[in-house]
């Protein structure tokens, strides 16, 4: 007797069966899955358009590569005798020919190091994400300078900027995850970053501000008068007197930036350079008053969890806090961009992820 074959609105409604079975599986896994994350509800503000002073151009194609360096040479500072400084994902710190374009590595912070300064005597000072704040002496000894605050590890430190009075001020990016868990601090929206201070003439550290969103970049203003610290997931630079009557006191300087602000530098004439790390996220600001569907984000596995997308963006801001310049590469060349730093006539550029240090002419 033959088989008695299954008819195709058998076999349609097995495997509806099946894809209904498997989705089920995968909503309780993304429901019900642990993760790190403890993340609150915050109502994104709308991402300006990207019209106006915030229209799409290409002028960032006019920069050119200096070094290629290693991957990830997120900050860049000029060096007391006119070389290029900077430090990549495996713990060396660089020193670039600007001319030749020659690298020299000259110490290794065992660690991951971001912000870079030199301060008065002639050390190269270091924000380093798994280390703290160091110093690094000019036979490449590096010592810690600050690795804790009030009995507190640090967790990341990012970025950093002395002040004419010689303290140092610094971010703690999160303190809740480290550098390579970040997108864990996005999705979590919890302002555990903070604002540091360190005065080197007593060795002490203090927390000047706290509850940022991912503190991230950090610049004082000219006169002394302020400091201001990228909150990179709340899309704003904010400013807190240091002096005068309203010291202590913070405010926002720039606020709803149109993407990730990273690094800040401010150069001769007080326009604030900000590196824009990459666009808005619609998904990340859709999901902000919903701390459920960023749990549910958080257990995606890496590979197609949402990615910043490429695209370089750097704005120059006047001291009042309107948009001056704005130069953008829609083609991603230049992307991921941490700094933009007013050197030797034209801004340094460095990247989380890239491989080279670049520079372009100031506008």
């Avoid at 459920?292 to 995606?300: G, H, N, T």
Wanted: hydrophobic content about 45%; glycine content about 12%.
């Amino acid at each position: 007797m033959a088989a008695t074959r299954p008819s195709r609105s058998t076999a349609r409604t097995w495997w509806g069966r099946a894809a209904l079975g498997l989705l089920a599986i995968v909503v309780a896994y993304l429901s019900c899955w642990p993760v790190p994350i403890r993340p609150i509800a915050w109502d994104a503000p709308i991402a300006p358009a990207l019209a106006g002073p915030f229209a799409p151009n290409e002028r960032l194609g006019d920069a050119v590569v200096v070094a290629e360096v290693g991957e990830g040479p997120e900050d860049v500072v000029r060096a007391p005798d006119g070389a290029w400084v900077t430090g990549i994902q495996d713990g060396r710190i660089l020193r670039i020919d600007p001319g030749t374009g020659d690298v020299q590595e000259i110490a290794n912070t065992g660690g991951r190091p971001l912000g870079l300064a030199y301060d008065r005597d002639g050390r190269l000072l270091v924000a380093d994400a798994k280390r703290g704040l160091l110093a690094v002496a000019s036979d490449g000894v590096v010592t810690v300078l600050v690795d804790q605050v009030d009995g507190e590890p640090l967790e990341f430190a990012d970025e950093l900027a002395i002040a004419p009075d010689g303290r140092v001020w610094f971010s703690e990016a999160s303190r809740r995850f480290g550098v390579e868990e970040f997108l864990m601090d996005a999705l979590e929206s919890r302002p555990s970053g903070r604002l540091i201070v360190w005065d080197p003439a007593t060795g002490a550290a203090r927390v000047a501000l706290g509850g940022l969103h991912f503190a991230n970049g950090v610049a004082v203003a000219r006169d002394g008068a302020s400091v201001f610290v990228v909150e990179t997931f709340s899309y704003r630079v904010t400013r807190m007197w240091i002096t005068g009557p309203r010291a202590g006191a913070s405010e926002p300087f720039v606020d709803n930036l149109p993407g990730f602000p990273d690094n800040i530098a401010i150069d001769d004439d007080g326009t604030m350079w900000i590196a824009i790390a990459a666009p808005r996220n619609g998904l990340l600001d859709f999901s902000a008053p919903y701390p459920w569907m960023r749990k549910m984000i958080a257990r995606l596995p890496p590979v197609v969890r949402p990615k910043p997308a490429r695209y370089g963006f750097v704005l120059g801001v006047a001291s009042n806090g309107t948009v001056r310049h704005n130069l953008q590469d829609p083609h991603g060349t230049w992307s991921m961009l941490t700094s933009a730093v007013p050197i030797d006539g034209g801004l340094a550029l460095g990247s989380l992820h890239g491989h080279a240090v670049g520079r372009i002419p100031l506008p």
